[in-house]
């Protein structure tokens, strides 16, 4: 565990029976505000709108393994939509799935263009933007060494990328166990080096068509206005970027501000590089306890 991140962190929590939206309700009566949201996936609630009613179709109509549908050639003629210089497309089973093919292309890629560089040379780290703790682009990248970026959702209030990305593996607003791995190449340079896609049940090409679309209706009715509500409460502890909220305080003082907030009914992030994110609904009342807080 690094230095700062939370010991049990979300595996804390009493038992959960229920979650509505942002908040989770305990089996023993308590309820809490999430702040975690698992880095950005499920930024927009437990069971968001369409998302659950589709989902719940395809379950219905006994979609739920890999089969050909006409969901994965929506999904995917969305997503070149959205990220118009990144025309090659893999999907896979899940994120993590998709992550072990990235690692995979980049190796093979690095193992042609540098055939005597040491393995642990191969593979470029993924640049996650959440990871940077200033506004400030990060150092730039030697053109040679391609570049992978983890696109979150508002990525706009988080540090911009030194380039276009060579690849980008899509983190979905969608909880995982209904969403794919998603990669997406800028050119065919890199993409020559991916192991093919998988074929994706249309439960999961379906959920994720409708969380991006959710996302776009989220991002309209929300703004700063909304956020800077919070800063009342939090401002002692979060320097806040739109919904992201970046820690203060020390490192050390992290685990302490976890288990407090937790006390208090509010989930935060349990990694101290992880920020975490107001949530579509909130009270003051709910964040105001935070502010009195003593590490």
């Known amino acids: 565990m690094s230095e700062g991140n939370v010991s049990g962190g979300i595996a804390a929590l009493p038992p959960i029976k229920r979650?509505?939206?942002?908040?989770l309700y305990a089996q023993d009566g308590r309820r809490f505000l999430d702040l975690c949201q698992d880095g950005g996936r499920a930024v927009l609630g437990a069971k968001p709108g369409r998302i659950h009613t589709s989902a719940k179709a395809a379950i219905d109509q006994g979609l739920t393994r890999p089969l050909p549908s006409i969901w994965t050639g929506r999904l995917e003629k969305e997503l070149k939509r959205r990220y118009p210089e990144h025309r090659e497309i893999r999907l896979y089973a899940n994120e993590e799935e998709a992550r072990r093919a990235l690692t995979?292309?980049?190796s093979a890629n690095a193992a042609f263009s540098?055939?005597?560089?040491?393995?642990r040379e191969a593979a470029?780290?993924?640049?996650?933007?959440c990871r940077v703790r200033d506004t400030k682009a990060p150092a730039s990248i030697p053109s040679e060494s391609p570049f992978c970026l983890f696109g979150r959702p508002f990525a706009n209030y988080l540090a911009a990328p030194p380039r276009t990305p060579d690849a980008i593996l899509v983190c979905l607003p969608c909880p995982q166990a209904f969403s794919p791995g998603i990669?997406?190449?800028?050119?065919?340079?890199?993409s020559r080096f991916a192991t093919a896609g998988s074929l994706v049940a249309p439960l999961l090409a379906r959920s994720a068509?409708?969380?991006?679309?959710a996302l776009d209706r989220y991002i309209e009715s929300i703004g700063e206005a909304y956020w800077?509500?919070?800063d009342r409460s939090l401002a002692s502890f979060f320097e806040r970027r739109g919904p992201w909220l970046f820690p203060r305080i020390e490192r050390e003082k992290y685990p302490a501000l976890f288990e407090k907030a937790l006390a208090k009914g509010v989930l935060l992030s349990e990694d101290y590089e992880q920020p975490s994110i107001l949530p579509g609904d909130f009270d003051d009342g709910e964040l105001a306890p935070l502010a009195k807080l003593e590490l």
């Open 19 to 23: 979650a509505r939206l942002w908040r």
């Open 114 to 119: 540098r055939p005597d560089a040491p393995p």
């Open 183 to 190: 990669l997406l190449f800028a050119s065919p340079t890199l």
């Open 124 to 129: 470029s780290p993924l640049f996650d933007p």
């Open 228 to 230: 800077k509500r919070a």
């Open 209 to 213: 068509l409708e969380a991006l679309c």
């Open 104 to 106: 995979q292309t980049l």
